[in-house]
C-alpha cells in the first residue's frame, strides 16, 4: 500500500516548484469557457460536466477544509465528505472537483444535491475530483494537467471510500462524447488542454460544452396575481454588465417544492425594496403585480437561446444557487476555439488558432513573431503580452469604452526605442473605433478601444501601454473624471507612498469627493476622482491644482505641487498637469514599458497596506488577480455621481 512518505516522493518528480512550499491558504478555482463548438486541434481531455457544486478542498495534517467556489467555507454542512477527505493519504495537498448527488443510474441528480442540503442530510453526498494544483509540499499548478492527473489518480485509488472518486477522462471524438452526454440528460462536458497548467478564474484552456444553454441568474423580484397578498407566479432573472449593473434577463416560472418555495418566500421577505434594481426593468402587466427585491438571491435556469433584446427564450428553472455570490453573476461569453479561419467570427466571441508558419490567430487576429522577446530582464515574449490583453479584456474594456487613446509602441521590445502614438497612421488597426474629425477639429481622427478584437489587434501591432483621455465621446469637452499622480522622490521609501496614498483619500474625503486608486506599473499611484460632466476643461484642471496646492501646504514635508527634480527631493509631486484637454493617463489594466512588465492595476482602499510596490502585478499575474477576486476593486465607479462645488472650491482655497 502506497504510504503518504511514497505519496511524497512520487508527487517531487512530477514537475512544480521546491518541495516543502507552504500550503497556501486559498486557491480560487479554474473556470471554464461556454464554447460554441469542440476545438479542431490540440491535445484535449473531456470529462462529464457534473451537475453539482463546484468545491475546493484543503486538506492539511489530516484536517479537511471545503471551501464553495463562492468562497464559502461548508465543511460542517458535509461532515460525512469532509471525513471521508481527511482519510486520503497526503500531509497537505488542494483538490479541485464537484460534489454531487447521484441517482440509482449513476447520474448526478441537482435537485437531489438541493434537497438533501435543504434537509442537512448530506451523508450521501459523493465528491468527484479532478485536478490537484497542490500536493505534499509542492505547487503543481504550472506542472502540465495530464501530469497533476496522474498524481490525482494515483491518490485517490489509494482511498477505500465511495464519497470520493476520481472524474474519469476521455479522449474520443468530443461530438460523439456530448452526444451520448445529452442522451443519459447530462448537463454536457468539459474539455481541458492536457498540457495546460492551472490558472485561477476563466481562461479558453478550459471549455464547457452544453446540451442546453444554462447558467446562474440574480433574482432582482418576482410576480404574482393582482392584488394578491402572497405567492409567487414568476422570478424575474438579471444579469450583471461588465460595469456592475444589473440587466432584466426574462422570467421564469418559480417551480418549486412547497416546502422550498417557502423557504424562498421568506428570504424574499427580507429583499423587498421599492424601486427594480434593473436598468431596464420590465413594463407592468394588468394580471401580475411585480415586486422588487434586492439582488442577493441566485438561480440556475435553463434556455433555448438569448433574444436580441438580451432576454431567455423558454427558461426551464433548475434550482437555487448558494454556493455562488450574485455579483458573480454576467451572461457567460461563447467563444470559439481553433474555429478554421473561413468561417465568419461570431460577435462577441474569441477565437485561437494556429496559423501559417507558426502564427497564432486569437479573436480574429494573426499574431506575428509570437516568440519575440520584449523584455530583455524578464524574457517575456510578445505572445505573454498578446495573451495578456486576452484574458484583462473583460476587466479593461468598461474603463476604456468611448474614451480616446494614445498608444506607446515597442516594435524593437521595451527596451528599445518606444514611440508615442495619438492616432492610426498608416497601419490598420482590427477592431478599433476612429471618432468623427469633428470631435478634434484639426487632427486626424482619434481611436478608441470599445473591442476585444482591438485589444488584441494592438497588441499584435507591438503596442504596451494604452493611455486614456479624462473625457469619453461623443462629449469631449466636458472632462468626466480628473486625476491625481503621485510621483515620488526615488530615494523615498516604499511605506511613505503608503502613507502619502492614505492622507490622499482623507483629505478629498474631507472635500467630499469619492476617489478610487490604482497603482501606476511604475513608481507611484494613480487616484482617481470621477465627475460627472459639469465642468469645461480649465476648470477641472485649476480644480485639480488647487487639491495639490492644499495638500502641498497642509504637509509640505511630503508633497509638492511644483514641477522640477528639484521641487520634489524628499517628497511626493502631485502631478496635476494630466487634466487638461488631449493630456491621458496610463489607462487603468494598462501593461507598462518598463522591466518586469508591471500593470496599472485597480486595487480597493482597503489593499493598499498590503501593496508592496507599484509594479506588483506583472502582466503574469494581473489576469490571474480579477479572476480570482470575488468583487471589483472599483466597485461602485461606474455609478459615482459627484461635481465640483462651489463648497469644495473654498475648501482648497480657490476663490
Known sequence: MMTRQHMKRRSSSGG???????????????????????PASGDWLYEIKFDGYRLMCRVEQGTAKLITRGGHDWTEKMRTLATAIDG????????????????????????????????????????????????????????????????????????????IRFSESFTEDPQSLLASACRMRL???????????????????????????????????????????????????????????????????????????????????????????????????????????APELVVEASFLEW?????????????????????????????????????????????????????LV????????????????????KIDLVRYYDEIAEFALPYLKDRPVSLVRAPEGIHGELFFQKH????????????????????????????????????????VELHSWNAVQPDLDHPDRFILDLDPDPELSWQMMLDAATLSKVLLDEIGLKSFIKTSGGKGFHIVVPLTRRQQWDEVKDFSHAVARYMAKLMPERFSAVLGPKNRVGKIFIDYLRNGKGASTAAAFSARARAGMGVSMPIHWDELKDVRDAYQWTIKKAAQRMHSLRADPWEGYHRTRQGISAAMRRAVGMK
Open 88 to 163: 486520503l493519504r497526503v500531509e497537505n495537498a488542494w483538490l479541485d472537483g464537484e460534489v454531487v448527488v447521484l441517482t440509482e443510474s449513476g447520474v448526478p441528480d441537482f435537485n437531489a444535491l438541493q434537497n438533501a442540503f435543504d434537509r442537512r442530510s448530506t451523508a450521501q453526498l459523493t465528491f468527484f475530483a479532478f485536478d490537484i494544483p497542490f500536493l505534499n509540499g509542492r505547487d503543481l499548478r504550472e506542472v502540465p494537467l495530464s501530469q497533476r492527473r496522474e498524481l490525482l489518480g494515483e491518490l485517490i485509488a489509494q482511498t477505500s471510500s465511495e464519497r
Open 424 to 463: 492610426e497612421e498608416r497601419s490598420k488597426i482590427p477592431g478599433i473605433t476612429r471618432l468623427p474629425v469633428e470631435m478634434h477639429p484639426g487632427h486626424p481622427p482619434l481611436l478608441v478601444v470599445d473591442r476585444h478584437e482591438a485589444l488584441i489587434g494592438l497588441a499584435q501591432m507591438n503596442v
Open 187 to 293: 448537463e454536457g462536458i468539459i474539455g481541458k488542454r492536457a498540457d495546460a497548467p492551472y490558472r485561477s478564474g476563466r481562461s479558453t484552456d478550459w471549455i464547457k460544452l452544453k446540451c442546453l444553454q444554462r447558467q446562474e441568474f440574480v433574482v432582482g423580484g418576482y410576480t404574482r396575481v393582482a392584488g394578491a397578498k402572497s405567492g409567487m407566479r414568476s422570478l424575474m432573472l438579471g444579469v450583471h454588465e461588465r460595469d456592475g449593473s444589473l440587466r432584466f434577463a426574462g422570467t421564469v416560472k418559480a417551480e418549486l417544492k412547497p416546502r422550498t418555495l417557502a423557504d424562498l418566500e421568506k428570504k424574499a421577505v427580507k429583499l423587498v425594496r421599492d424601486d427594480p434594481p434593473f436598468y431596464n426593468p420590465p413594463p407592468r402587466e394588468k394580471d401580475r403585480d411585480f415586486v422588487w427585491l
Open 16 to 38: 512544480g516548484r521546491t518541495a516543502d512550499e507552504p500550503l497556501p491558504e486559498t486557491i480560487a478555482p479554474q473556470l471554464a469557457t461556454l464554447a460554441r463548438r469542440p
Open 307 to 359: 433574444t436580441p433584446s438580451g432576454e431567455v427564450r423558454h427558461p426551464v428553472f433548475q434550482g437555487m444557487r448558494e454556493d455562488k455570490p450574485a455579483t458573480a453573476v454576467t451572461e457567460e461569453t461563447v467563444v470559439d476555439i481553433d474555429e478554421p479561419e473561413s468561417l465568419p467570427q461570431a460577435k462577441g466571441t474569441t477565437r485561437v488558432s494556429p496559423g501559417r508558419a507558426g502564427t
Open 362 to 381: 486569437l479573436a480574429g487576429v494573426k499574431v506575428s513573431n509570437a516568440e519575440r522577446i520584449i523584455d530583455d530582464v524578464t524574457r517575456m515574449k
